[in-house]
C-alpha cells in the first residue's frame, strides 16, 4: 500500500557532501514526522534526523551542523543534505516515516525504507 524509496547513497570522501532523498507512495492519506535513520556494522540503528509536519527539527548531536533534514510535502518527500562528511558517518541510511494510508486514516503507522549505503573513505 505505501512504498519508501530512498536515493543518493554512495561513496564519498571525507569532508564531502551527499544528499539523500525518500519519497512515500501509494494509499497516502497524511503524513506526519519523517526522518533518516542508521546503522553501521556492529552498531544499533540510530537517529540521525527528523522533521515533523509542522517542520520541527532534531538532529543527533554528532551530525548537528552538518547535516540538514528538509521536506517536501507536495512530493511527500525527505531530504537529508549531509556535508562535512566523516569516516564515522559511514553507514546504511534508512528513511522512516509516519504515514495514515487511506484505509486507515485516523492512524499513523511508521514506514521503513530498505536503506541506502552511504560509504565514507578516501
Known amino acids: 500500500q505505501v512504498q519508501l524509496v530512498e536515493s543518493g547513497g554512495g561513496l564519498v570522501q571525507p569532508g564531502g557532501s551527499l544528499r539523500l532523498s525518500c519519497a512515500a507512495s501509494g494509499s497516502i492519506f497524511s503524513i506526519n514526522a519523517m526522518g533518516w535513520y542508521r546503522q553501521a556494522p556492529g552498531k544499533e540503528r540510530e537517529l540521525v534526523a527528523a522533521?515533523?509536519?509542522?517542520?520541527?527539527?532534531n538532529y543527533a548531536d554528532s551530525v548537528k551542523g552538518r547535516f540538514t533534514v528538509s521536506r517536501d510535502n507536495a512530493k511527500n518527500t525527505v531530504y537529508l543534505q549531509m556535508n562535512s562528511l566523516e569516516p564515522e558517518d559511514a553507514a546504511v541510511y534508512y528513511c522512516?516515516?509516519?504515514?495514515?494510508?487511506?484505509?486507515?486514516?485516523?492512524?499513523?503507522?511508521?514506514?521503513w525504507g530498505k536503506g541506502t549505503l552511504v560509504t565514507v573513505s578516501s
Open positions: 522512516n516515516v509516519a504515514i495514515a494510508t487511506l484505509l486507515n486514516p485516523f492512524y499513523a503507522m511508521d514506514y
Open positions: 522533521i515533523s509536519s509542522s517542520g520541527s527539527t
